[in-house]
C-alpha cells in the first residue's frame, strides 16, 4: 500500500469514508482536498458488474463531456488524403512516414484515427499500438469515414472509456478549475454514457460504486 504524506492524510479527514455523498456535495469537497499547485484533474473510478472475461460483458465506447476534459489531445491520422485531414488541424497526419515511426517506437500521439479502407495496414504496427489502446477500432470511434468530423470532436474533448480486467473504468472529466455546475455536469453525463452503452451480458445492475478525487487527493464516494 502507498504512502501518503502528511498533508494527504490531514485532507483525507475531511471526508467521510462511510458516506455517500451527492454529486453537488462531493464536487464542492473536492476543491477542499485537491493540494497540489497546477490545475489537477478530476479523476473518476467506476466500479462496475461487469466481468471482462466474458465478451458480451466488456465494455468499450465514447463520449463528448458537456465541458470536454480540460486536456488537449494530440491527434495523428494514418490517411493517403492529407490535405482532408489538416483541415481539421490534426497534429499528425501521414501513412509510410507515420508507420515507419510507429514501428520503431517513435511516436506521440493520444488518439490515432483512420479511416476502414486503411485499418488494414496498421496491422503491421498492433503490437506498438495495442498495448497502449492506441490502435484505432470503430468501439473507440477511431475508424471513421469523415475525418475531419471526427479530429474535431476529439479536438473538442471525446473521450473513450473502457472496462479494465478488473471490472473498473477510470477516466478524467475535467480539472479543478472549471466550476463546480461544469464538474457535475460532466460527471453526470460519464456515468449517463455508461448506462447507455450497458453490456448485453450484464443483466443486473451496471454500476456498483462510483469515485472522484482530485490528481493527489483522497477520493469520494459519490451516488450513482
Do not use: C
Not at 463531456?65 to 489538416?86: M, W
Not at 480539472?175 to 461544469?182: A, D, L, M, V
Amino acid at each position: 500500500m502507498a504512502k501518503h504524506g502528511k498533508k494527504y492524510r490531514e485532507l483525507a479527514k475531511t471526508v467521510d469514508s462511510t458516506k455517500v455523498y451527492s454529486i453537488s456535495e462531493a464536487v464542492a469537497l473536492l476543491k477542499k482536498v485537491g493540494y497540489t499547485k497546477f490545475d489537477w484533474s478530476v479523476e473518476i473510478a467506476v466500479k462496475t458488474n461487469a466481468d471482462a472475461k466474458y465478451n458480451d460483458q466488456m465494455m468499450r465506447g465514447t463520449t463528448i463531456l458537456p465541458h470536454g476534459t480540460g486536456k488537449s489531445k494530440r491527434i495523428a491520422v494514418f490517411t493517403a488524403d492529407e490535405a482532408e485531414a489538416k483541415k481539421a488541424w490534426a497534429d499528425i497526419v501521414g501513412t509510410e512516414s507515420l508507420l515507419n515511426d510507429i514501428k520503431a517506437w517513435k511516436f506521440d500521439f493520444d488518439v490515432l484515427l483512420t479511416t476502414p479502407e486503411h485499418i488494414r495496414d496498421l496491422a503491421p504496427v498492433a503490437k506498438q499500438l495495442g498495448p497502449k489502446w492506441l490502435m484505432p477500432s470503430p468501439k473507440a470511434g477511431t475508424v471513421v469515414v469523415n475525418i475531419v468530423q471526427a479530429v474535431e470532436e476529439f479536438k473538442k474533448g471525446k473521450m473513450e472509456f473502457k472496462l479494465d480486467k478488473t471490472g473498473n473504468i477510470n477516466a478524467a472529466v475535467g480539472r479543478i478549475s472549471f466550476t463546480e455546475t461544469q464538474i457535475e455536469e460532466n460527471i453526470k453525463a460519464f456515468i449517463k454514457a455508461l448506462e447507455d452503452n450497458k453490456p448485453t451480458g450484464v443483466k443486473w445492475k451496471l454500476i456498483k460504486k462510483v469515485y472522484i478525487a482530485p490528481t493527489m487527493g483522497p477520493g469520494i464516494q459519490i451516488e450513482a
